[in-house]
């Protein structure tokens, strides 16, 4: 067991009761329509889950990361579409705002979001550019009083319910330059074109959405396009330091892995919980099926695995807390809790045999569900990479 402070344990309990009470009820049938669960994301907007790690004053529940992290997985125990909704708007949406915004910024874009009036995404994706962030083609043009961006993402969790997103392009016209030595004010001699990131709203002349995805998993997630033709951004949405944007968004890829993580966590520990219910049940052989060995043999790994994968996802958010380094840490988190998830579900339709098999039992669709936690915010083989550069110590930051 982990030791939670008494606010973390209140937001646990409020969470586990909303998700068992308001979201499970409805998992199996938004599974099935592919139905985006509005009237469950406005209800968490009422009880604060829509911007719980950042401040009162912006809007938010002003709880710590773990108590954000925790939420995030109580709500994957029931349904992982919900939870992935609220883990792509405050990880991606809401915390590039907060961490590089300036004051206005957070003022005018973070508070409604926090709020949960409005839900926020990040446009990274597109066609050509998956892992490598600087394969993007979308790029962002100066004009008077703002810039104009071409391009189109894809794969964009929140891409047609969001209203507020923070948008990656390249910057082709601005030329850095060396902050330090005596080349100060000299272009570098990075062979990347820069990348800037910009806050665009829905209404935005240019900015459409495309088609949306038919997905194997997640599916009352909604997922899809966002499309941009001459849309113009005012300059002041420029987000951060213009040409920081990779830099930026590195920052923003380390802490969202962690609500991965969770969401794989909560997915583990949702189907491990059907499955131990479900052997206590069924008999053969004239006997509950836990009470073989076999059985009792998978279910001891999943428990295993499952709190060992606990373990690393709240040690990963509590560093991010106290602002001590957790890059190793969050991709250890989100590589082991994922494919933790992967084998627990997997073990848990076996435990259940056919009926495992079956819609009805919903263990497959923790199954379907798990898949994208070792694909989303970087697959498996860069996490692998970002934590032997760590333990190696490669100071290449291109990853």
């Given at each position: 067991?982990?030791?939670?402070?008494?606010?973390?344990?209140?937001?646990?309990?409020?969470?586990?009761?909303?998700?068992?009470?308001v979201v499970a009820p409805k998992a199996r049938e938004i599974d099935k329509s592919k139905e985006f669960p509005v009237d469950t994301i406005r209800q968490m907007a009422k009880l604060s889950l829509m911007g719980i790690p950042f401040p009162d004053k912006y809007g938010g529940a002003g709880a710590d990361k773990l108590?954000?992290?925790?939420?995030?997985?109580?709500?994957?125990?029931?349904?992982?579409?919900?939870?992935?909704?609220?883990?792509?708007?405050t990880s991606?949406?809401?915390?590039?705002i907060y961490m590089f915004g300036t004051d206005d910024q957070k003022k005018k874009f973070l508070t409604p979001l926090a709020q949960g009036d409005k839900v926020g995404g990040l446009g990274i994706t597109e066609p050509e550019a998956g892992s490598d962030v600087h394969g993007i083609k979308t790029a962002a043009q100066p004009s008077k009083n703002g810039y104009v961006l071409n391009g189109a993402k894809m794969f964009i969790t929140n891409a047609n319910v969001g209203d507020t997103f923070v948008v990656a392009a390249k910057d082709p016209s601005f030329v850095p330059t060396r902050s330090v030595g005596t080349t100060e004010g000299k272009p570098s001699s990075n062979k990347y074109t820069p990348i800037s990131l910009f806050i665009v709203e829905r209404g935005y002349k240019?900015?459409?959405?495309?088609?949306?995805?038919?997905?194997?998993?997640?599916?009352?997630?909604?997922?899809?396009?966002?499309?941009?033709?001459?849309?113009?951004?005012?300059?002041?949405?420029?987000?951060?330091?213009?040409?920081?944007?990779?830099?930026?968004?590195?920052?923003?890829?380390?802490?969202g892995r962690i609500s991965i993580g969770a969401l794989a966590l909560g997915l583990a520990q949702g189907a491990m919980d059907k499955s131990v219910a479900y052997s206590k049940e069924r008999k053969q052989f004239g006997k509950p099926?836990?009470?073989?060995?076999?059985?009792?043999?998978?279910?001891?790994?999943?428990?295993?695995?499952?709190?060992?994968?606990?373990?690393?996802v709240y040690d990963a958010a509590r560093l991010y807390e106290a602002g001590l380094p957790f890059a190793k840490e969050s991709a250890m988190a989100k590589l082991f809790a994922s494919e933790t998830a992967m084998r627990v579900t997997r073990n848990a339709i076996q435990i259940l045999g056919g009926y495992g098999y079956m819609n009805e039992y919903e263990v497959e669709r923790y199954y379907r569900d798990a898949?994208?936690?070792?694909?989303?915010?970087?697959?498996?083989?860069?996490?692998?990479?970002?934590?032997?550069?760590?333990?190696?110590?490669?100071t290449d930051t291109h990853r």
């Amino acid at each position: 067991m982990i030791a939670l402070t008494e606010e973390q344990k209140i937001i646990q309990q409020t969470v586990r009761e909303f998700a068992r009470e308001v979201v499970a009820p409805k998992a199996r049938e938004i599974d099935k329509s592919k139905e985006f669960p509005v009237d469950t994301i406005r209800q968490m907007a009422k009880l604060s889950l829509m911007g719980i790690p950042f401040p009162d004053k912006y809007g938010g529940a002003g709880a710590d990361k773990l108590s954000y992290i925790i939420a995030v997985e109580e709500l994957a125990r029931a349904c992982g579409s919900t939870s992935i909704t609220l883990a792509a708007h405050t990880s991606l949406g809401c915390n590039p705002i907060y961490m590089f915004g300036t004051d206005d910024q957070k003022k005018k874009f973070l508070t409604p979001l926090a709020q949960g009036d409005k839900v926020g995404g990040l446009g990274i994706t597109e066609p050509e550019a998956g892992s490598d962030v600087h394969g993007i083609k979308t790029a962002a043009q100066p004009s008077k009083n703002g810039y104009v961006l071409n391009g189109a993402k894809m794969f964009i969790t929140n891409a047609n319910v969001g209203d507020t997103f923070v948008v990656a392009a390249k910057d082709p016209s601005f030329v850095p330059t060396r902050s330090v030595g005596t080349t100060e004010g000299k272009p570098s001699s990075n062979k990347y074109t820069p990348i800037s990131l910009f806050i665009v709203e829905r209404g935005y002349k240019g900015f459409s959405n495309g088609k949306s995805e038919d997905k194997m998993g997640l599916r009352a997630s909604d997922t899809g396009e966002l499309v941009f033709q001459d849309c113009f951004v005012p300059g002041e949405n420029l987000l951060g330091k213009r040409g920081d944007g990779f830099k930026y968004l590195m920052q923003t890829l380390d802490g969202g892995r962690i609500s991965i993580g969770a969401l794989a966590l909560g997915l583990a520990q949702g189907a491990m919980d059907k499955s131990v219910a479900y052997s206590k049940e069924r008999k053969q052989f004239g006997k509950p099926i836990c009470d073989f060995q076999a059985v009792q043999n998978m279910i001891a790994d999943m428990a295993v695995e499952t709190e060992a994968a606990r373990h690393l996802v709240y040690d990963a958010a509590r560093l991010y807390e106290a602002g001590l380094p957790f890059a190793k840490e969050s991709a250890m988190a989100k590589l082991f809790a994922s494919e933790t998830a992967m084998r627990v579900t997997r073990n848990a339709i076996q435990i259940l045999g056919g009926y495992g098999y079956m819609n009805e039992y919903e263990v497959e669709r923790y199954y379907r569900d798990a898949k994208l936690c070792e694909i989303g915010e970087g697959t498996s083989e860069i996490q692998r990479i970002v934590i032997a550069r760590q333990v190696i110590g490669t100071t290449d930051t291109h990853r």
